[in-house]
């Protein structure tokens, strides 16, 4: 299953064991040339042609389930996790899309519906069988190279190539959407979420978006979508009504199947396949969605046209897992906030660009750290800014250990 491709292009690879994981890690290494690992092809090292070899794990997409255990292939998307674990009763804390990669994804940490309830899905994670970059396979969990466990529940890729992820899932006998439309006042709405989830039960967790046409992820125009886990419409209702009651907005809550509420985001097919438009923005962990921060994101959304602001609330069961126990950064958070501009051709110009990057630089200046699913470039200087300074650190100690010649470097990359 190799498809190679003279340089520069990339040469792509779809292993379908693991000894050609192992194989292709190895020769890497040797021939010291760039590894791309991509799984379900959403990250920004999915796209582009560099040269070196492109590791596609599709074909490693396993789903077991065993009770509440299960195992899952370093190739697998969350939307056939989901469906399989439905039939079962069961799920895990995800992403928003069903083409998301199970690996990235949790490598990175997780921020999904379920994060108050359940944490990210790194927190879900209890072991996981890699390829280091000596192209050994070895299983780690709380009990074996925990130093390495440690580092993949959101330090990236860095440290080789997770083929099995071994997580433990969650009772699930329904869950309750609640869809608003906001035709108003957005700031008023975004106020009376942030009081609404200071006291929420973990059981909700709530997403603002307000999106252009042009973005073809969601509806345009802003929303407010709430997913409460249990099949229970009218305790989401009641907790709701402070915004569901304001003017201008208008809510319908359901109960539909937690797979149904993951987004169907397309994916361009093919190698040739143009990379999506340019973004310029960025993101951050905030300890509080306070009143300054809730009017620039209005504003900045309001100035430019072709833009994006998206929020997701934290707290509950994110918040209770200690700083030093994951790599992944601010703990104390209690949302997430994204906003940005696409650098659509004709659109935006350098002057338009420089705005942008101030305005949203001006929006993320108060955040605790960089989320780093939502970094979609590389800026090795940015980083330190995703981790605590201890994490990163010890970061770095595990990093020399298991890769010091850098091998897995097409990632936010951490430099020894």
Known sequence: MVDNVESP?????????????????????????????????????????EPGIRLELGELASIEVDGTAVRVGGGAVWGDVAATLAAHGLALSSGDTAS????????????????????????????????????????????????LFWALRGGGGNFGVVTRFDFQAHRLPGIALSESVVEADAAAVLRAARDVLRDAPR????????????????????????????????????????????????????????????????????????????FIGGNGLFADLDDDLIERLVAFRRDYPASVVFLRSLGGAFGDVPQEQTAFPARSATWFVMAGAFDIPGMLDDAARATVTADTERIVAGRLAEYGNFADTE?????????APEAFQRLREVKALWDPQNVFRRNHNIVV
């Open 203 to 278: 059981e909700l967790t709530v997403t603002y978006m307000d999106v252009p046409p042009m973005d073809p992820s969601a509806p345009a125009g802003a929303r407010l979508t709430a997913v409460w886990a249990a099949p229970d419409a009218e305790a989401l209702r009641a907790i709701l009504e402070p915004i569901s009651s304001l003017d201008g907005v208008r809510t319908e809550v359901t109960e539909p199947a937690y797979r149904d509420i993951l987004m169907e985001m397309p994916q361009p097919e093919g190698d040739d396949a143009p990379a999506p438009p340019g």
């Open 100 to 147: 998301v990669g199970v690996g990235g994804l949790t490598l990175g940490g997780g921020v999904g519906w379920m994060v108050r309830a359940w944490g990210l899905a790194a927190d879900q994670l209890v072991g996981a069988q890699v390829v280091t970059a000596s192209g050994e396979v070895v299983e780690t969990s709380t009990a074996e190279h925990p130093d």
């Open 379 to 387: 800026r090795p200087d940015a980083v330190p800014g995703m981790f």
């Open 9 to 49: 292009q990339p040469a792509i690879h779809r292993p379908s064991t693991i000894s050609e994981v192992a194989a292709l890690v190895r020769r890497a290494s040797q021939e010291a040339v760039p590894l791309t690992v991509v799984s379900g092809g959403h990250g920004p090292w999915s796209h582009g042609a």
